[in-house]
């Protein structure tokens, strides 16, 4: 399975982008799937995961309030809502497949890694 990030772009403070993640394949469609970012100098974090078995949604406490996850089943694209982007926010943004129980921010949890995205905020 591959994933395919796509959505990405610059900016200003204040404004709002949507990032899709579509998979290749229905191979780990009942898995949760997540994104992390990567900001130039950092490490790889955790941003938000849902896990739609259970309908179970989380984010990072830096994200909370103006990101929002979501999915189209029929699509097969996990989507993030990013809304009052702030300067801090840009980076790199990944989506992945949770293949393993444990911690949601975990990356070691996650494969099939897409290509990322990058988005830019100005301030």
């Known amino acids: 399975v591959q994933l395919q990030a796509s959505g990405g772009g610059v900016v200003q403070a204040g404004g709002s982008l949507r990032l899709s993640c579509t998979a290749s394949?229905?191979?780990?469609?009942?898995?949760?799937k997540g994104w992390f970012r990567q900001a130039p100098g950092k490490a790889r974090e955790f941003v938000s995961l849902y896990d739609w078995r259970g309908d179970r949604k989380y984010y990072a406490d830096s994200v909370k309030g103006r990101f929002t996850i979501s999915r189209d089943n029929a699509k097969n694209t996990l989507y993030l809502q990013l809304d009052s982007l702030k300067p801090e926010d840009t980076a790199v943004y990944y989506c992945a497949i949770k293949l393993a129980a444990g911690s949601v921010s975990d990356d070691s949890l996650y494969r099939y890694w897409g290509q990322g995205t990058q988005v830019t905020v100005s301030s």
């Open positions: 394949g229905r191979a780990y469609s009942s898995f949760a």
